[in-house]
């Protein structure tokens, strides 16, 4: 009776909303989104790496307050200590490490933007269609706590490690493959760096 209820009501929800008269919470949705999106333009045509990291995390940050909106609160703090706390901040090291110019940097554009420009609308697009076909005739009610528009740690919990296992450790796995082929290319070029005859500290 109640999954009847709540179906019901989700239909009577959907056939009362429209996209003509969208809510106070969409609205912003879609200002914030447009900020996101408008910070990730930035991050990827500055000449400046310094700026485009900033850019960044106003980018990453959009997408937390995104999520926010979808009441999906655990994803948005995953967000903000992962990709905003993590990332940005370790490529802000690397940029100091690594003594990069701080000032514009005309290298740093390698001529392929027409190209780069051209990827990102295609997959834009093809992103945008799959998504509204596949959710068309969809609505899901975020108000409901046990819903699946729910963004609580055990929803997601549930549908991470109960749907999406396989994906989850596969993506571990690239990761990890990742880090060791830094590891290694990084290994290399410190040893073409050094003079004939000479080794790292610590090596014989």
Known sequence: MNALARSA????AADHH???????????FVLVGLVTLGAALATVTTEQLVHAALWLVVALGGVAVEYLLLTAEFIAWVQVL????????????????????????????????WVA???????????????????RATWIDLS????PGSGSSEVTGTALFRHWVLPFEALSVLLLAALVGA?????????RDLPPGRTRAGER
Do not use: K
């Open 9 to 12: 009501a989700t239909h009577v």
């Open 18 to 28: 429209g996209f003509l008269s969208p809510s106070g919470v969409e609205i912003v």
């Open 117 to 135: 420009l051209a990827v990102s609308l295609a997959a834009a697009a093809t992103l945008v269609t799959v998504v509204v076909d596949a959710f």
């Open 144 to 147: 409901d706590p046990a819903g």
């Open 183 to 191: 590891v290694v290319l990084s290994r290399r070029d410190g040893d």
């Open 82 to 113: 992962i990709y905003v706390g993590s990332v940005v901040v370790l490529l802000l090291f690397g940029l100091m490490l690594t003594r990069a110019p701080i000032g514009r940097s005309p290298d740093a554009d390698s001529g392929n933007r």
